[in-house]
């Protein structure tokens, strides 16, 4: 009889803990979300954690993926235009990855690994060379919201900054997300020799046009700041393997009026 009656207190303080546990993070977050361009996603069609590489999309945009327990990844390409150049604008890609908390506050507090952040960017007519730097920033979304898109019927995620200026609105593209592995890729911050870029360049945009044509990525680039390969650990691919795995999601179809 005592048993019996302590059982069902048992059960209950069990699953009020696991509740607890889950409400650290917001399910609605989990996924792969991607401004309406659709090119810019992230995992390991932006970034070659294997060769060090950001792959250029066919056009501007950026991704935010969240994981259900605590990690995210991010990925920006942008088109920033010079008033003095109007013809001519820069092009940077950004790729991050950490951890990500829900402070209980309404906002969203990313922290990256910092020695996995990568940067690169150019600025075809003031200079040839093209920068590929580390690159970590840790942000504040003062708040954030998941929402159906009236228009298009699809899971719909705005962000706002830590200042309350809202980013470009971003859509489910992937559940489960699609993430390159979220423990570290690059253990030690060993600075790499100079090398070359190769970053296949195809037309830019700056989210809403298709037109725009930025100049290359991929000349005389200084690489500085960056991991050597060598400081891989094979311990490391056995995550990417279980990354790529994780690859076989369900890809939303978006509309393509988006
Ligand atoms: C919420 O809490 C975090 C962490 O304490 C803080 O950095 C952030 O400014 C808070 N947000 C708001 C809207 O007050």
């Keep these: 009889?005592?048993?019996?009656?302590?059982?069902?207190?048992?059960?209950?303080?069990?699953?009020?803990?696991?509740?607890?546990?889950?409400?650290?993070?917001?399910?609605?977050?989990?996924?792969?979300?991607?401004?309406?361009?659709?090119?810019?996603?992230?995992?390991?069609?932006?970034?070659?954690?294997?060769?060090?590489n950001l792959i250029e999309p066919e056009l501007a945009g950026i991704s935010y993926s969240f994981t259900s327990d605590g990690y995210y990844e991010e990925a920006y390409y942008r088109a920033i235009s010079n008033p003095t150049t109007p013809h001519c604008p820069s092009a940077i890609?950004?790729?991050?990855?950490?951890?990500?908390s829900l402070p209980g506050n309404g906002s969203l507090v990313l922290t990256p690994i910092g020695?996995?952040?990568?940067?690169?960017?150019?600025?075809?007519?003031?200079?040839?060379?093209?920068?590929?730097?580390?690159?970590?920033?840790?942000?504040?979304?003062?708040?954030?919201?998941?929402?159906t898109d009236p228009f298009h019927n699809v899971p719909r995620l705005n962000l706002y900054k830590f200042d309350g200026s809202p980013i470009q609105p971003m859509y489910l593209a992937a559940s489960p997300p699609q993430m390159l592995p979220t423990q570290t890729l690059n253990p030690t911050s060993v600075p790499s020799a100079t090398g070359k870029r190769r970053v296949k360049r195809t037309d830019g945009g700056d989210g809403d046009s298709d037109q725009e044509r930025l100049g290359p990525l991929?000349?005389?680039?200084?690489?500085?700041?960056?991991?050597?390969?060598?400081s891989y650990n094979p311990d490391h691919w056995w995550w990417a393997g279980v990354g790529l795995t994780a690859l076989g999601t369900v890809m939303y179809m978006m509309p393509t009026s988006l």
Excluded at 121 to 132: E, F, L, R, V, W
Aim: charged letters at 20%; hydrophobic letters at 35%.
């Design 1 to 52: 009889m005592m048993i019996l009656s302590i059982q069902p207190a048992l059960v209950l303080s069990f699953a009020f803990a696991a509740s607890l546990v889950r409400a650290q993070y917001d399910a609605a977050l989990v996924g792969t979300w991607t401004t309406k361009s659709k090119k810019v996603m992230t995992g390991p069609g932006f970034y070659d954690p294997v060769n060090d």
């Design 218 to 230: 991929n000349k005389n680039t200084v690489k500085t700041k960056v991991p050597s390969k060598e």
């Design 93 to 100: 890609m950004q790729w991050q990855h950490g951890t990500y």
């Design 115 to 147: 020695v996995d952040g990568r940067q690169l960017t150019s600025s075809p007519c003031s200079y040839d060379n093209a920068i590929y730097i580390r690159y970590e920033q840790p942000e504040l979304m003062k708040s954030y919201e998941v929402l």
